[in-house]
Structures are given as structure tokens and as C-alpha cells.
């Protein structure tokens, strides 16, 4: 299947909006299984940062295990699962609507696992840095250039940076397997 290719763009305010539509149906979907507020992540979620058009997001559950078994529901609203994630011990991985056309991606993480909360650190050290935001955002165009067909490689490619940033505030960033390029 056709893959987006990889395109960064200024930070475009109506993403806020697309998150509340998702998280409002996300909420109605998990319930329960939620153990925390469903947030926005990325790049998208850091006011004047370029990112990919591609809204992030992180639906905390009480156990992940449990949380699988909302994925038929969450395929019968649009969201498709990444059976093969690399990442699948510790999350599962989503998308709407299709691969060509991403418009958001959701991480169902258990709440209180570190991957969870390198997530938010990452995000909240972006929101609070002008000089770390202003050098992530350079990384991202100068990667997403020599990536563009490659989503994997742009990924991994921003590693280095994102665990010294986590580093910088205190937090030590969790293992994480590279995605297969």
C-alpha cells in the first residue's frame, strides 16, 4: 500500500480543533479503559512548530491488554492497527483514515509506562524552549528532505535528539527499537 510521503509544514492553529473531534470520540470509544486525559502529542500539538500534517495522539488506558479489545470499535471509526508494530509490547499504534492520507495516529499506551510520559516530557520541553523547538524544527525539514519516502527513516533520524532532550529536563528517555527502514 502507497505510503504519505513525508512533508513538513508551518503549524497550522486548526489542529487543535482536529484533536478535540478525535478526542471526544475516542473518549466515547475507550470509556472506561481510559486511565488519564487523552492528549496531543507531536509536533502538532506545539504552538508555531512545523510539523507533518499528521495530528498525534495519546489515549492512556489502565492496561493494555484489555485495551485490545477496543480495537474492533476503534475500526469501526476509521482508525486502522498496525498488527506488526515493532513497539507492540508496549502500545498499540493506529491511523486514520489510510496510509496515503494520514490525518492523525493514536498511541494507546498503558498509563504510569515510561514511553507515555517521554511523550509528554518531549512535548512540554518543546512548548517551554524556544531555542530547543526553533533546533527540532530545523532537524525535522533537514531530515523530512532526505526522507521523504522513507517515514521510518525520518523517525529514527530524530532519536538522538528527542533522548538528548529528555535528558536535558530530567527525564530518561525509555528503550525504543528503530523502525525497520
Known amino acids: 500500500m502507497a505510503d504519505q510521503p513525508v512533508r513538513i509544514v508551518a503549524h497550522d492553529p486548526a489542529w487543535a480543533g482536529r484533536f478535540g473531534e478525535q478526542r471526544d470520540r475516542l473518549m466515547a470509544i475507550l470509556g472506561d479503559l481510559l486511565a488519564g486525559a487523552v492528549e496531543h502529542i507531536g509536533s502538532t500539538a506545539v504552538a508555531g512548530l512545523p510539523a507533518k ?29 498496525w498488527p506488526d508494530d515493532p513497539a507492540g509490547h508496549y502500545r498499540l499504534w493506529l491511523l486514520r483514515p489510510h496510509p496515503a492520507a494520514r490525518t492523525h495516529h493514536l498511541h494507546v499506551i498503558a498509563h504510569g509506562d515510561p ?35 522513507n517515514r521510518n527513516a525520518y523517525t529514527n533520524a530524530k532519536t538522538a535528539f528527542i533522548e538528548q532532550a529528555l535528558r536535558a529536563v530530567g527525564v530518561d528517555p525509555p528503550s525504543r527499537d528503530l523502525l525497520a527502514e
Open 53 to 81: 500534517p499528521v495530528v498525534d495522539i495519546l489515549a492512556p488506558v489502565h492496561s493494555l491488554d484489555t485495551a485490545r479489545g477496543a480495537l474492533p470499535a476503534l475500526a469501526e471509526d476509521g482508525w486502522l492497527d
Open 115 to 149: 514511553h507515555a510520559g517521554a511523550l509528554l516530557a518531549f512535548r512540554d520541553a518543546l512548548r517551554a524552549d524556544a531555542d530547543l523547538r526553533e533546533r527540532y524544527a530545523q532537524l525535522k525539514r533537514r531530515v523530512a528532505a532526505a526522507h521523504r519516502d
